[in-house]
Protein backbone atom coordinates (compact mmCIF):
# COMPACT_ATOMS: atom_id res chain seq x y z
CA UNK A 1 0.00 0.00 0.00
CA UNK A 2 1.35 3.58 -0.48
CA UNK A 3 2.07 5.22 2.07
CA UNK A 4 0.15 8.73 3.06
CA UNK A 5 1.97 12.10 3.27
CA UNK A 6 -0.53 14.63 4.79
CA UNK A 7 -0.07 18.42 3.79
CA UNK A 8 -1.63 20.90 5.99
CA UNK A 9 -2.12 24.09 4.11
CA UNK A 10 -1.40 27.37 6.05
CA UNK A 11 -1.56 29.65 2.81
CA UNK A 12 -4.70 31.77 4.04
CA UNK A 13 -2.99 32.09 7.37
CA UNK A 14 1.16 32.19 7.30
CA UNK A 15 0.58 33.99 3.53
CA UNK A 16 -2.22 36.39 4.12
CA UNK A 17 -0.48 37.65 7.70
CA UNK A 18 2.43 38.94 5.62
CA UNK A 19 0.41 40.75 2.31
CA UNK A 20 1.52 44.66 3.02
CA UNK A 21 -2.15 45.51 1.09
CA UNK A 22 -5.05 44.84 2.47
CA UNK A 23 -6.56 41.68 1.10
CA UNK A 24 -10.54 41.48 0.52
CA UNK A 25 -12.69 39.14 3.02
CA UNK A 26 -14.40 37.93 -0.15
CA UNK A 27 -10.81 37.04 -2.05
CA UNK A 28 -9.45 35.32 1.47
CA UNK A 29 -12.74 33.21 1.78
CA UNK A 30 -12.80 32.57 -2.34
CA UNK A 31 -9.24 30.94 -1.45
CA UNK A 32 -10.34 28.47 1.29
CA UNK A 33 -13.20 27.56 -0.94
CA UNK A 34 -10.83 26.35 -4.11
CA UNK A 35 -8.49 24.95 -1.85
CA UNK A 36 -11.51 22.70 -0.31
CA UNK A 37 -11.95 21.44 -3.61
CA UNK A 38 -8.43 20.42 -4.03
CA UNK A 39 -8.71 17.11 -1.79
CA UNK A 40 -6.24 18.94 1.14
CA UNK A 41 -7.59 17.73 4.34
CA UNK A 42 -6.12 20.28 6.94
CA UNK A 43 -6.66 24.48 6.28
CA UNK A 44 -5.98 26.32 8.79
CA UNK A 45 -7.83 29.74 7.93
CA UNK A 46 -6.74 32.54 9.37
CA UNK A 47 -5.55 33.87 12.92
CA UNK A 48 -7.68 34.97 16.33
CA UNK A 49 -5.02 37.58 17.02
CA UNK A 50 -5.06 40.98 18.24
CA UNK A 51 -5.85 42.95 15.15
CA UNK A 52 -3.22 45.66 16.51
CA UNK A 53 -0.59 43.57 15.84
CA UNK A 54 -1.85 41.49 12.50
CA UNK A 55 -4.28 44.13 11.00
CA UNK A 56 -4.53 41.87 7.81
CA UNK A 57 -6.15 39.07 9.55
CA UNK A 58 -8.83 41.05 11.05
CA UNK A 59 -11.28 39.94 9.36
CA UNK A 60 -11.21 36.48 11.46
CA UNK A 61 -14.73 35.94 12.01
CA UNK A 62 -16.15 37.04 9.22
CA UNK A 63 -14.26 34.63 6.73
CA UNK A 64 -14.78 31.74 9.13
CA UNK A 65 -18.64 32.64 8.38
CA UNK A 66 -18.26 32.61 4.64
CA UNK A 67 -15.92 29.60 3.76
CA UNK A 68 -18.11 26.97 2.82
CA UNK A 69 -17.10 23.83 4.84
CA UNK A 70 -16.46 20.39 2.63
CA UNK A 71 -17.37 17.64 4.16
CA UNK A 72 -13.80 15.38 5.48
CA UNK A 73 -11.97 19.35 5.75
CA UNK A 74 -10.36 20.53 9.22
CA UNK A 75 -10.41 24.07 9.33
CA UNK A 76 -7.89 25.16 11.80
CA UNK A 77 -6.91 28.93 13.34
CA UNK A 78 -4.58 30.35 15.54
CA UNK A 79 -4.85 31.57 19.32
CA UNK A 80 -2.59 32.82 21.03
CA UNK A 81 -4.89 33.06 24.01
CA UNK A 82 -8.43 32.26 25.69
CA UNK A 83 -9.78 35.01 24.40
CA UNK A 84 -8.73 34.24 20.84
CA UNK A 85 -9.76 30.93 21.38
CA UNK A 86 -13.18 31.75 22.79
CA UNK A 87 -13.95 33.70 19.71
CA UNK A 88 -12.44 30.62 17.34
CA UNK A 89 -14.66 28.30 19.40
CA UNK A 90 -17.59 30.22 18.44
CA UNK A 91 -16.56 30.78 14.50
CA UNK A 92 -16.58 26.98 14.52
CA UNK A 93 -12.93 26.20 14.30
CA UNK A 94 -12.52 22.74 13.67
CA UNK A 95 -9.40 22.47 15.53
CA UNK A 96 -7.10 25.60 17.09
CA UNK A 97 -2.89 26.27 17.01
CA UNK A 98 -1.33 27.87 20.12
CA UNK A 99 2.54 29.25 19.05
CA UNK A 100 5.25 29.63 20.78
CA UNK A 101 8.96 29.79 20.10
CA UNK A 102 12.93 28.02 21.12
CA UNK A 103 13.92 31.57 21.42
CA UNK A 104 13.12 34.06 23.92
CA UNK A 105 13.52 36.92 21.46
CA UNK A 106 11.17 35.84 18.92
CA UNK A 107 8.78 34.86 21.81
CA UNK A 108 8.66 38.51 23.04
CA UNK A 109 8.37 39.89 19.79
CA UNK A 110 5.62 37.88 18.56
CA UNK A 111 3.59 37.22 21.50
CA UNK A 112 4.79 39.70 23.64
CA UNK A 113 6.47 37.29 26.80
CA UNK A 114 8.93 34.93 28.11
CA UNK A 115 8.58 31.23 26.92
CA UNK A 116 7.72 30.52 30.60
CA UNK A 117 5.12 32.91 30.19
CA UNK A 118 3.45 31.47 26.90
CA UNK A 119 2.77 28.32 28.64
CA UNK A 120 0.83 30.28 31.23
CA UNK A 121 -1.37 31.51 28.46
CA UNK A 122 -1.51 28.31 26.55
CA UNK A 123 -3.35 26.36 29.46
CA UNK A 124 -6.35 27.58 29.49
CA UNK A 125 -6.58 27.48 26.07
CA UNK A 126 -5.26 24.03 26.01
CA UNK A 127 -8.30 23.56 29.08
CA UNK A 128 -10.95 24.90 27.30
CA UNK A 129 -10.46 23.05 23.74
CA UNK A 130 -10.12 20.07 26.09
CA UNK A 131 -13.45 20.32 27.62
CA UNK A 132 -15.11 21.18 24.23
CA UNK A 133 -13.13 18.10 22.62
CA UNK A 134 -11.52 20.44 19.99
CA UNK A 135 -7.52 19.12 18.87
CA UNK A 136 -4.71 21.54 19.81
CA UNK A 137 -1.94 22.16 17.71
CA UNK A 138 1.38 24.18 18.87
CA UNK A 139 3.79 25.37 16.93
CA UNK A 140 7.12 25.99 18.12
CA UNK A 141 9.35 28.66 16.06
CA UNK A 142 12.90 29.30 14.99
CA UNK A 143 13.19 25.57 15.62
CA UNK A 144 16.92 26.47 13.76
CA UNK A 145 17.69 30.15 13.72
CA UNK A 146 16.20 32.67 14.99
CA UNK A 147 15.71 36.73 13.44
CA UNK A 148 17.28 38.29 16.22
CA UNK A 149 19.37 35.19 18.25
CA UNK A 150 20.63 33.48 15.58
CA UNK A 151 21.57 29.52 15.99
CA UNK A 152 19.02 28.22 18.40
CA UNK A 153 20.28 24.97 20.20
CA UNK A 154 18.51 21.61 19.61
CA UNK A 155 18.24 21.40 23.43
CA UNK A 156 16.39 24.64 23.66
CA UNK A 157 13.57 22.83 20.76
CA UNK A 158 13.13 19.42 22.23
CA UNK A 159 12.84 21.30 25.96
CA UNK A 160 9.99 23.48 24.55
CA UNK A 161 8.57 20.13 22.55
CA UNK A 162 8.54 18.20 25.85
CA UNK A 163 6.70 20.59 27.27
CA UNK A 164 4.09 21.02 25.00
CA UNK A 165 3.69 17.48 24.18
CA UNK A 166 2.99 17.01 27.97
CA UNK A 167 0.64 19.96 27.81
CA UNK A 168 -1.42 17.62 25.52
CA UNK A 169 -1.23 19.25 22.22
CA UNK A 170 -2.66 16.91 19.69
CA UNK A 171 0.19 17.60 17.29
CA UNK A 172 3.34 20.16 17.11
CA UNK A 173 4.47 22.14 13.98
CA UNK A 174 7.91 22.71 14.16
CA UNK A 175 8.53 25.97 12.75
CA UNK A 176 11.76 27.11 10.88
CA UNK A 177 10.64 30.46 10.80
CA UNK A 178 13.41 32.26 8.52
CA UNK A 179 14.19 29.38 5.86
CA UNK A 180 17.55 29.91 6.53
CA UNK A 181 18.01 26.33 8.10
CA UNK A 182 20.02 23.42 6.49
CA UNK A 183 19.42 19.67 6.54
CA UNK A 184 22.31 19.12 8.78
CA UNK A 185 20.69 21.45 11.72
CA UNK A 186 17.11 20.37 11.34
CA UNK A 187 18.16 16.54 11.02
CA UNK A 188 19.92 17.42 14.64
CA UNK A 189 17.01 19.52 15.89
CA UNK A 190 14.89 16.52 14.90
CA UNK A 191 17.23 14.01 17.00
CA UNK A 192 16.96 16.22 20.16
CA UNK A 193 13.14 16.68 19.82
CA UNK A 194 12.27 12.73 18.47
CA UNK A 195 13.92 12.47 22.03
CA UNK A 196 11.23 13.76 23.70
CA UNK A 197 8.00 13.30 21.11
CA UNK A 198 7.32 10.63 18.76
CA UNK A 199 7.50 11.50 14.97
CA UNK A 200 3.93 10.61 15.04
CA UNK A 201 3.05 13.47 16.87
CA UNK A 202 5.51 16.18 14.45
CA UNK A 203 4.46 18.07 11.83
CA UNK A 204 7.61 20.35 9.85
CA UNK A 205 6.95 23.68 8.80
CA UNK A 206 9.65 24.85 6.22
CA UNK A 207 9.89 28.11 5.55
CA UNK A 208 11.98 28.31 1.93
CA UNK A 209 13.66 31.73 1.93
CA UNK A 210 16.99 29.74 1.02
CA UNK A 211 15.39 27.08 -0.98
CA UNK A 212 16.45 23.66 1.06
CA UNK A 213 12.42 23.14 2.01
CA UNK A 214 12.00 19.82 0.11
CA UNK A 215 15.20 18.71 1.64
CA UNK A 216 14.15 19.60 4.71
CA UNK A 217 11.05 17.82 4.11
CA UNK A 218 13.09 14.74 2.61
CA UNK A 219 15.69 14.80 6.23
CA UNK A 220 11.97 15.00 8.27
CA UNK A 221 10.84 11.88 6.29
CA UNK A 222 14.06 10.43 6.58
CA UNK A 223 13.30 10.48 10.47
CA UNK A 224 9.83 9.48 10.46
CA UNK A 225 7.74 12.64 10.05
CA UNK A 226 4.53 12.31 7.77
CA UNK A 227 2.86 15.69 7.96
CA UNK A 228 4.29 18.62 6.74
CA UNK A 229 2.35 22.77 6.45
CA UNK A 230 3.15 24.24 3.04
CA UNK A 231 1.24 27.47 1.62
CA UNK A 232 -0.48 27.76 -2.37
CA UNK A 233 1.54 29.39 -4.22
CA UNK A 234 4.53 29.75 -2.06
CA UNK A 235 2.94 32.47 0.44
CA UNK A 236 4.11 32.96 4.10
CA UNK A 237 6.39 34.94 6.12
CA UNK A 238 5.88 36.27 9.66
CA UNK A 239 5.41 40.26 10.14
CA UNK A 240 7.66 40.17 13.34
CA UNK A 241 10.36 37.36 11.34
CA UNK A 242 12.39 39.98 9.56
CA UNK A 243 13.63 38.08 6.54
CA UNK A 244 10.92 35.13 6.74
CA UNK A 245 10.31 34.87 3.50
CA UNK A 246 7.43 32.20 2.09
CA UNK A 247 6.76 28.64 3.16
CA UNK A 248 7.06 25.93 1.03
CA UNK A 249 4.97 26.25 -2.19
CA UNK A 250 2.09 22.96 -1.54
CA UNK A 251 2.22 22.55 -5.33
CA UNK A 252 5.87 22.15 -5.06
CA UNK A 253 5.47 19.23 -1.96
CA UNK A 254 2.41 17.44 -4.05
CA UNK A 255 4.63 17.17 -6.68
CA UNK A 256 7.94 16.26 -4.69
CA UNK A 257 5.49 13.30 -2.64
CA UNK A 258 4.25 11.90 -5.80
CA UNK A 259 8.27 11.30 -6.97
CA UNK A 260 9.06 9.89 -3.47
CA UNK A 261 6.03 7.08 -4.23
CA UNK A 262 3.86 9.29 -1.45
CA UNK A 263 0.14 9.50 -1.72
CA UNK A 264 -1.04 12.70 -0.78
CA UNK A 265 -4.87 12.69 -2.19
CA UNK A 266 -4.22 16.58 -3.86
CA UNK A 267 -5.47 16.98 -7.16
CA UNK A 268 -2.72 18.93 -8.35
CA UNK A 269 -4.61 20.46 -11.58
CA UNK A 270 -7.23 21.90 -8.81
CA UNK A 271 -4.10 22.90 -6.55
CA UNK A 272 -2.54 24.84 -9.29
CA UNK A 273 -5.71 27.06 -9.88
CA UNK A 274 -5.81 28.09 -6.27
CA UNK A 275 -2.12 28.70 -6.67
CA UNK A 276 -2.75 31.10 -9.13
CA UNK A 277 -5.34 32.82 -7.30
CA UNK A 278 -2.90 33.27 -4.45
CA UNK A 279 -0.36 34.64 -6.34
CA UNK A 280 -2.77 37.03 -8.08
CA UNK A 281 -4.04 37.93 -4.61
CA UNK A 282 -0.68 38.72 -3.66
CA UNK A 283 0.50 40.91 -6.83
CA UNK A 284 -2.56 42.63 -5.97
CA UNK A 285 -4.77 42.22 -9.15
CA UNK A 286 -7.52 44.40 -9.10
CA UNK A 287 -9.89 42.67 -11.86
CA UNK A 288 -10.04 39.81 -9.53
P1 LIG B 1 -0.36 41.85 24.30
O1 LIG B 1 -0.27 43.28 23.88
O2 LIG B 1 0.71 41.33 25.19
O3 LIG B 1 -1.72 41.42 24.96
O4 LIG B 1 -0.42 40.96 22.98
P2 LIG B 1 -2.87 42.19 25.64
O5 LIG B 1 -3.66 41.15 26.32
O6 LIG B 1 -2.33 43.33 26.45
O7 LIG B 1 -3.74 42.78 24.44
C1 LIG B 1 -3.31 43.80 23.56
C2 LIG B 1 -4.47 44.22 22.67
O8 LIG B 1 -4.88 43.14 21.87
C3 LIG B 1 -5.71 44.63 23.46
O9 LIG B 1 -6.42 45.56 22.64
C4 LIG B 1 -6.50 43.34 23.54
O10 LIG B 1 -7.86 43.58 23.72
C5 LIG B 1 -6.23 42.76 22.17
P3 LIG B 1 -6.32 47.13 22.87
O11 LIG B 1 -6.82 47.34 24.26
O12 LIG B 1 -4.84 47.47 22.75
O13 LIG B 1 -7.15 47.69 21.77
N1 LIG B 1 -6.28 41.28 22.13
C6 LIG B 1 -6.95 40.59 21.22
N2 LIG B 1 -7.77 40.98 20.21
C7 LIG B 1 -8.33 40.02 19.47
N3 LIG B 1 -8.09 38.69 19.66
C8 LIG B 1 -7.30 38.27 20.66
C9 LIG B 1 -6.70 39.24 21.49
N4 LIG B 1 -5.86 39.15 22.54
C10 LIG B 1 -5.62 40.42 22.94
N5 LIG B 1 -7.06 36.97 20.82
C11 LIG B 1 -0.97 38.94 21.80
C12 LIG B 1 -0.40 39.56 23.06
C13 LIG B 1 -0.64 37.47 21.81
C14 LIG B 1 -2.46 39.16 21.76
C15 LIG B 1 -0.31 39.65 20.58
O14 LIG B 1 1.07 39.60 20.76
C16 LIG B 1 -0.66 39.00 19.29
O15 LIG B 1 -1.79 39.02 18.85
N6 LIG B 1 0.34 38.38 18.60
C17 LIG B 1 0.10 37.65 17.38
C18 LIG B 1 1.32 37.64 16.53
C19 LIG B 1 1.10 36.78 15.31
O16 LIG B 1 -0.02 36.46 14.95
N7 LIG B 1 2.20 36.42 14.63
C20 LIG B 1 2.15 35.62 13.46
C21 LIG B 1 1.72 34.21 13.71
S1 LIG B 1 3.01 33.16 14.30
C22 LIG B 1 3.89 32.68 12.87
O17 LIG B 1 3.66 33.18 11.81
C23 LIG B 1 4.88 31.55 12.99
C24 LIG B 1 4.33 30.21 12.47
O18 LIG B 1 3.94 30.32 11.11
C25 LIG B 1 5.39 29.12 12.61
C26 LIG B 1 6.74 29.53 12.03
O19 LIG B 1 6.82 29.82 10.82
O20 LIG B 1 7.70 29.55 12.81
C27 LIG B 1 3.10 29.77 13.27
MG1 LIG C 1 5.24 30.15 9.42
Known amino acids: MTERLTI ?20 KIALVNMLSDTGLTKIEVTSFVSPRWVPQLGDATEVMAGITRAPGVRYSVLTPNLRGYQAAHSAG ?27 E ?3 PVLEAARADDVPVRGYISCVTDCPFEGAVAPDAVAD ?37 VPAAGLAGHFHDTGGYGLANVAVAVARGLR ?9 GGCPYAPGAAGNLATEALVEWAAEQGFKTGIDPVALRAAGAFARRLKEGDDDL
Open 8 to 27: FEVGPRDGLQNEARQIRTAD
Open 93 to 119: ADMVAIFGAASESFSQKNINCSIAESF
Open 121 to 123: RFA
Open 160 to 196: VAARMWAAGVAQISLGETLGRGRAEAVDAMLAAVLAE
Open 227 to 235: VFDAAVGGL
